[in-house]
């Protein structure tokens, strides 16, 4: 049974600080890893969509890693601005099981002022 | 213009009643989804429908009816209300079973049951 565990659970970063947050997953045989940002109280919105086969994805300050490997994906965020602020979830679709997203318990990240 | 939109947004029902949530997107996917985020903001998918057929059931109790209409709709519907199915509940949607698409998340429906 595929787990997703990120770490850090809650992060407070100074605004301007580079950032990483982790994603670890149990079985590696996964299809693609994708990394959503979610708000309070709103749905979730992609970011970065990593394939099995690609080693990163960048998005504007954004930028993914995957080692499928270790089982590890993370995401780098350069500069971090007060408007960053959100939980950010990681997912994985497993090799063969169709649809099925298996998401991580999430990092709540906190940028101040 | 919103690609997965689902209605009701809030939702307060009493224990025992019957309930449906809707959902629709217009970005021409042929699979959609639900998921159930808990009180501790895990997120678990539910169902899954590709092109009108269900394809994932994700051990949910059968008071939990999805029904597909369409390949742009994909309803929610729940009987005989628990406590502890209070939650938010995601509709989402992707281009296709099995690919590497990115899937697209409605903003969810918050049902608190009393």
């Known amino acids: 049974k595929q787990e997703v565990t990120q770490i850090p659970a809650a992060l407070s970063v100074p605004e301007g600080e580079n950032l990483v947050l982790n994603c670890s997953f149990t079985?590696?045989?996964?299809?693609?890893l994708q990394w959503f940002r979610q708000d309070p109280g709103k749905g979730l919105t992609s970011l970065l969509l990593?394939?099995?086969?690609?080693r990163e994805q960048t998005s504007g300050r954004l930028n993914a890693s995957l080692d499928k490997s270790s089982g590890r994906s993370t995401l780098y965020i350069a500069a971090s601005q007060p408007g960053d602020s959100a939980t950010y979830l990681c997912a994985v679709r497993k090799t063969g099981t169709a649809s099925k997203l298996t998401f991580g318990t999430g990092t709540r990240l906190q940028v101040t002022l | 213009d919103t690609a997965v939109s689902q209605t009701p947004k809030y939702l307060v029902t009493q224990m025992g009643n019957d309930k449906s949530i809707k959902c629709e997107q217009n970005?021409?996917?042929?699979?959609m989804y639900w998921y159930k985020q808990d009180s501790k903001k895990f997120l678990k998918i539910m169902f899954s429908?590709?092109?009108?057929?269900?394809?994932i059931n994700e051990t949910v109790p059968n008071r939990f009816s999805p029904k597909s209409p369409d390949k742009a709709h994909l309803n929610l519907h729940i009987n005989s209300l628990e406590l502890g199915d209070s939650a938010v509940y995601f509709c989402a949607s992707s281009q296709a079973s099995g690919t590497g698409n990115t899937i697209y998340f409605g903003e969810g429906s918050w049902l608190t049951v009393v």
């Open positions: 970005l021409g996917h042929d699979t």
């Open positions: 079985d590696s045989a996964i299809y693609n």
């Open positions: 429908y590709n092109n009108k057929e269900l394809i």
């Open positions: 990593i394939q099995s086969s690609q």
